[in-house]
């Protein structure tokens, strides 16, 4: 199984400021032949199912606001919030669908400062 | 706009049988890949399986042995069901379609690839 390890855990981040979230990915999920990373990141919040915003590590999905952005190829991607708003407090995932078993990151907590 | 909801009882005795249907509005079952996602009360996300329109399917290997995903695209349906289930068993189940083609430039390739509309989750306790 590729295991996905998130960080941090938990972030605070005052309004307007930027807020970044890493995922490493135990192997590759860069495929070769089409060069695209098989990398999603997910919102959840409370109560509520998790939403896609990013996929293909860094195209977003439609309707998703542009202070959301992805970025990073191989192992290592990250998940940017370049001005946080009130309601982006939620926990983020990222996810492999390189290979199943499909697997997530443990997933972090976003609050406001 | 896609809409998945599930159903089927809250409350599964251990060792027992637990079963789910999501039933799919405002689009087909056909030529996509639909899965179920699980969600431990205050925990992260597993993926349970999917299965393809056609009736193909690919399990999680911890869930494998317990494990029956089926289709009824007639109802516009998709079922789960696990056996012997324990108190680890108790999550919230999420049915959820995956994304199942992108094209480019050269042509359009089938999935299943990100996971892009979920049902609202439907919370299942096993316990006696």
């Known amino acids: 199984d590729i295991v996905m390890t998130q960080s941090p855990d938990s972030l605070a981040v005052s309004l307007g400021e930027r807020a970044t979230i890493n995922c490493k990915s135990s192997q590759s999920v860069l495929y070769s032949s089409n060069n695209k990373n098989y990398l999603a990141w997910y919102q959840q919040k409370p109560g509520q199912p998790p939403k896609v915003l990013i996929y293909w590590a860094s195209t977003r999905e439609f309707g998703v606001p542009d202070r959301f952005s992805g970025s990073g190829s191989g192992t290592d991607f990250t998940l940017t919030i370049s001005s946080l708003q009130a309601e982006d407090v939620a926990v983020y995932y990222c996810q492999q669908y390189y290979s199943t078993p499909y697997t997530f990151g443990q997933g972090t907590k976003l609050e406001i400062k | 706009q896609v809409l998945l909801q599930e159903s089927g009882p809250g409350l599964v005795k251990p060792s027992e049988t637990l079963s789910l249907t999501c039933t799919v509005s405002?689009?087909?079952?056909?030529?996509?890949?639909w899965s179920w996602i699980r969600q431990p009360p205050g925990k992260g996300l597993e993926w349970i399986g999917y299965?393809?329109?056609?009736?193909?399917?690919n399990y999680n290997p911890s869930l494998k042995s317990r494990l029956t995903i089926s289709v009824d695209t007639s109802k516009n349906q998709f079922s789960l069901t696990l056996s012997s289930v324990t108190a680890a068993d108790t999550a919230v189940y999420y049915c959820?379609?995956?994304?199942?083609?992108?094209?480019?430039?050269?042509?359009?390739?089938?999935?299943?690839?990100?996971?892009?509309?979920w049902g609202q989750g439907t919370l299942v306790t096993v316990s006696s």
């Open positions: 405002g689009g087909s079952i056909s030529s996509y890949y």
């Open positions: 299965i393809y329109y056609s009736g193909s399917t």
């Open positions: 959820v379609r995956d994304q199942s083609s992108y094209c480019s430039g050269g042509g359009c390739s089938v999935g299943p690839y990100y996971f892009d509309y």
